[in-house]
């Protein structure tokens, strides 16, 4: 019986040796996978275990999170929740984090490569690893004075610094409270996402990062005058044909003006002046002889396409249409058909003229602290691209503050501050529906300090008869006497 | 001139007491380190926790100098850091529940039945002086066997827990007699086979190359196959089921050399699991669980969705190489997680790293039973030992599989690991049992010059009541009994060391 029980034995070698292996395969090889699951809870009571760091505005949290007696530990919490969610999103035991919660997880939780020294430092001294904290480029008092301005309308701003990048104002409105969300009663949690879910006016959406993108309309003119001036065929001066009804080629559709109006004098006007009482027919005119080629590498130099912009939040790139005929040429060129933008995109475009045309990368991060207050990152304002000459960015300037001085966007003037800025009205290609009011301003006009692009959606209160002159422009102007006012 | 020098045998009673030591300690340092790493601070009973452990273990160590002084140094130590390693993630689990508000106390109710079982295991090693006494109950183990298995579905008895029907309620306790029964069945197996094993061995026509049994022959082999499927169909009990007919097929193999046993054997069982997959929800259900666990689908179904599976292999991926620490995972979140999902429980906290060490825990104690049966001089010992060491890898094999993916998932204990009484008890019985065939297989044989006079055998003689109660054995008379044996002429006194 000795030979079978030794071939007994190797059996039994050999199952232990499947079991090992099974083991293997399931710690090791398939180990991330499995952490990465998303109905793994147990990453997440990880995650929530461990002291999350804040989220820091002007020196005072904004999210925290605070130790609690239940199988979660901490509890995540929001100041002045509604007015910072699109910039610190929520973090939730059923949905996770979005926004700079999810952007910045390694870092607040403390798991990131960077902190690798600090957590070795914990480890030996024993101390209880803690996440490190953020502090936010946003200004306080620009972020409340878009807020306020903003009223109960829908829409977004956002304000940068131009120089820098810095953002310095961030609001989608409606907004939402995140609290309600952090609750760790996971089905009260559920409950409020799915009501958010179906609320009126998605507050979930982040409208000025990645909302359904918004046609810019006549805002997208200085990307258009931007292409001219920098093609050497016009400068501000250059006489431009401007019919008030100008027919299209292969089509039998028309260009007019808004309201049927007439820009100029005998069908014509300059450029200078086209921008300031945005003058659609000009425009389309001069788009018609630029190319959607043109337009198109225009805008790519202010940074539409850009599909890795991230703020570190992630930001839905902005488009103007990859094959465009003749007559959608002329209206692409007033950032309708299918341009499609972001606000932060509008304010890019406003901050790289204001910025002798350099545009610089924007970014919500100033600095990263460990708990210790040891700083782990700090913000390294960079270029991303070189929009516009200096002296094409000059010209768009003075063009500019024309607007606001004698054109569509007076209602941005600042008594002792030269403001410059550009007024759209986008049809929002429903017929039914108001359009967006849109205003992109930068100021002061000689050393610029703020760039800010306003979104109204549906005209907000206005409604019909909105234009971004009426609507939005306000909302740009407190939020630059925000920034300045101090 | 060259001498013949005796091989000397060492008891090995020195080395057993050197190896408790560590064994002791790991799991009165896994104990501690629950409390601390759950509460902070050490457990309030951990002095007494350890001073009762070591006297549980030192007591058997003391019955063994007394009553089997040659038995195998291993087995003892390696038992007891396996229990040990149990109990304290049993007492982490508990510790788990607590903190979510669940008051649950098992530790300590395992920690008695522990008791209970060392107790057993020395009264076992004190009362059987030698285990070929057991012999004679080869047909009452079959009835006790059989009344076990069936047991549970006794009306007003047993109890169905999650769809299964292998627990009887006595009293307060919760006892799944399965886990006797295997004990039971083994003795019954060991006893009939090495009666029969010539017949089942040499008898039969030959096809194929394969020696194939006589039909009639065949009887008792259709009734285990008919046995496990009826546990497989009125208990749904698909891990037991496979348990016993992987023992029978294994000690059937023993028991005559005839891969045709393990051919017919597997064929058998594949069919009836085959069948059953086809005709029972349930087992279909538990394979669909096996090949997809993952899937969103299986996952969410509910009940016999793959949740638990799933969050036992989540538990072990969070555990990875070195583990979370003890107190540091979340094993609490799988649903009985120190019973059947132990094993996930532990490769959570202690990693591939400790999962691997646990497994070759296991992988020591059976290789050192199936060297006992190498080494002892019987064939109904051999048949025993083997039996019960396959029988302890083999579940092994069945939990760990089911929670690592390998095979489907079954409800089974993990040996000495899981929280259960009635497991404790029969595997500390196994235990006492390997220990009491290997004093036999490692004593060394009476002396050549004070020995029998040549021509006789060098074996002692087992069957010292031949009057006695073997009911039913059908050769009584006559029967020569250890030395018809083969394989004693292969076994020479000294056996392993």
């Given at each position: 019986m000795n030979t079978p029980l030794r071939r007994l034995a190797t059996v039994v070698v050999a199952m232990f040796v499947v079991l090992m292996g099974g083991a293997t395969w399931v710690q090791f090889v398939q180990a991330d996978a499995l952490n990465n699951d998303?109905?793994?809870v147990r990453t997440l009571y990880r995650e929530f275990g461990r002291a999350r760091g804040p989220i820091v505005v002007g020196g005072e949290a904004i999210a925290s999170s605070a130790p609690v007696?239940?199988?979660?530990k901490y509890q995540r919490s929001y100041a002045n929740g509604e007015l910072y969610a699109p910039v610190t999103g929520f973090y939730s035991i059923v949905h996770r984090g979005t926004m700079l919660e999810q952007a910045e997880n390694d870092v607040l939780n403390g798991?990131?490569?960077?902190l690798f020294l600090s957590r070795l430092q914990d480890l030996i001294t024993g101390k209880q690893p803690q996440g490190s904290s953020i502090e936010l480029t946003i200004n306080p008092a620009a972020q409340q004075a878009a807020w306020d301005a903003l009223g109960d309308q829908r829409g977004a701003v956002v304000a940068l610094?131009?120089?820098?990048?810095?953002?310095?104002a961030l609001v989608s409105k409606p907004s939402y409270d995140p609290n309600q969300l952090t609750t760790h009663d996971s089905a009260a949690a559920n409950a409020a996402y799915q009501a958010l879910l179906g609320a009126e006016g998605d507050?979930?959406?982040?409208?000025?990062?990645?909302?359904?993108?918004?046609?810019p309309g006549s805002t997208f003119k200085l990307i258009t005058a931007a292409a001219a001036l920098e093609s050497g065929r016009?400068?501000?001066e250059s006489v431009l044909t401007a019919p008030d009804e100008l027919p299209l080629p292969q089509t039998s559709a028309t260009v007019k003006n808004y309201g049927g109006s007439s820009c100029g004098s005998g069908g014509q006007t300059t450029l200078a002046d086209a921008l300031r009482v945005s003058c659609n027919t000009a425009f389309a005119q001069l788009g018609l002889e630029l190319g959607a080629d043109a337009l198109r590498e225009q805008s790519e130099r202010f940074?539409?396409?850009?599909?890795?912009?991230?703020?570190?939040?992630?930001v839905e790139p902005s488009e103007f249409p990859d094959e465009v005929n003749a007559p959608n040429t002329a209206f692409s060129a007033l950032g309708q058909y299918s341009v499609r933008a972001t606000p932060l995109q509008m304010a890019m475009v406003s901050a790289a003229i204001a910025n002798e045309g350099e545009l610089m990368t924007p970014y919500l991060v100033q600095t990263v602290r460990t708990a210790?207050?040891?700083?782990v990152r700090e913000a390294d304002p960079r270029r991303l691209?070189?929009?516009?000459?200096p002296t094409t960015a000059a010209a768009l300037r003075d063009m500019m503050v024309g607007v606001v001085q004698n054109g569509?966007?007076?209602?941005?003037q600042i008594s002792g501050v030269q403001v410059a800025g550009k007024t759209g009205t986008a049809?929002?290609?429903?017929?039914e529906e108001s359009p967006h009011a849109w205003f992109t301003a930068f100021a002061?006009?000689?050393?610029?300090r703020v760039a800010v692009a306003v979104v109204v959606e549906n005209g907000g209160?206005?409604?019909?008869?909105?234009t971004g002159g009426k609507v939005a422009a306000p909302v740009a102007k407190a939020v630059i006497e925000a920034v300045l006012g101090q | 001139m060259a001498t013949i020098q005796p091989h000397r045998v060492r008891p090995g009673r020195g080395v057993e007491l050197a190896l408790l030591v560590p064994a002791l300690l790991i799991g009165l340092a896994a104990y501690a380190l629950t409390g601390l790493g759950v509460?902070?601070?050490?457990?309030?009973n951990v002095v007494g926790y350890g001073v009762g452990m070591a006297a549980l273990a030192l007591g058997l160590h003391v019955v063994l100098r007394w009553?089997?002084?040659?038995?195998?140094?291993?087995i003892l130590p390696v038992a007891i850091a396996l229990n040990g390693i149990g109990l304290a993630m049993i007492y982490r689990i508990d510790l788990g529940m607590v903190a979510r508000g669940r008051e649950q106390d098992f530790a300590t109710r395992q920690l008695g039945w522990t008791t209970f079982a060392l107790l057993l295991a020395a009264g076992v090693l004190v009362v059987l002086?030698?285990?070929?006494?057991?012999?004679?109950?080869t047909y009452t183990a079959m009835v006790v066997g059989l009344l076990l298995i069936v047991l549970p579905l006794v009306p007003g008895l047993g109890v169905e827990i999650n769809g299964a029907r292998i627990w009887i309620r006595l009293g307060g306790f919760s006892l799944q007699p399965a886990e006797i029964g295997k004990l039971v069945l083994a003795v019954f197996f060991a006893g009939y086979l090495v009666t029969n094993r010539d017949t089942l061995a040499l008898a039969g026509p030959k096809i194929l190359g394969l020696q194939l049994p006589r039909i009639r022959d065949l009887g008792p082999l259709v009734l285990a196959w008919a046995v496990s499927i009826s546990v497989l169909v009125l208990e749904r009990d698909l891990g037991t089921s496979l348990l016993f007919f992987g023992l029978f097929v294994a000690m059937l193999y023993l028991a005559t050399e005839r891969t045709s046993w393990v051919v017919i054997g597997l064929g058998l069982f594949l069919g009836g699991a085959a069948l059953a997959a086809t005709t029972f929800g349930h087992v279909a259900a538990r394979f669909d669980v096996w090949l997809n666990a993952l899937d969103p689908e299986i996952y969410n179904r509910?009940?016999?969705?793959s949740g638990q599976l799933v969050g036992g292999l989540f538990g072990l991926a969070g555990g990875g190489?070195?583990?979370?620490?003890?107190?540091?995972?979340?094993?609490?979140?799988?649903?009985y997680a120190e019973s059947d999902f132990i094993v996930a429980s532990l490769g959570e906290e202690i990693g591939l790293t400790g999962l691997l060490a646990i497994l070759l825990c296991y992988l020591v104690l059976a290789e050192r039973g199936l060297r006992t049966a190498i080494g002892v001089r019987d064939g109904f010992g051999k048949l025993l030992a083997g039996g019960l060491a396959f029988v302890v890898a083999f579940q092994c094999f069945i939990v760990v599989g089911g929670i690592t993916r390998i095979i489907p998932l079954t409800g089974l204990t993990t040996p000495?690991?899981?929280?259960?009484g009635s497991s404790l008890l029969a595997n500390w019985i196994i235990v006492a049992l390997l220990l009491r065939i290997s004093d036999d297989a490692r004593r060394p044989a009476p002396d050549l010059v004070t020995g029998p006079p040549p021509g006789t055998t060098t074996a002692p003689l087992p069957v010292r009541t031949p009057g006695s109660s073997r009911a039913g054995a059908p050769r009584r008379e006559g029967e020569p009994e250890p030395s018809a044996d083969p394989t004693e002429r292969i076994a020479g006194p000294g056996g392993v060391r």
């Open positions: 998303g109905r793994n007696d239940d199988a979660f798991q990131a490569d960077s610094d131009p120089t820098t990048g810095a953002i310095l507050p979930l959406e982040n409208k000025a990062l990645q909302g359904p993108t918004y046609p016009a400068t501000p940074g539409f396409g850009n599909d890795e912009l991230s703020v570190p939040i992630r210790d207050l040891d700083v691209s070189q929009a516009v000459s569509s966007g007076k209602a941005a049809q929002t290609g429903r017929e002061p006009a000689d050393a610029p209160a206005v409604g019909n008869e909105a | 509460t902070g601070e050490l457990p309030g009553r089997a002084p040659y038995a195998d140094p291993v002086r030698d285990h070929r006494t057991l012999r004679r109950y509910a009940p016999g969705g190489l070195f583990g979370t620490g003890w107190g540091k995972g979340r094993p609490d979140l799988v649903p000495f690991l899981a929280y259960g």
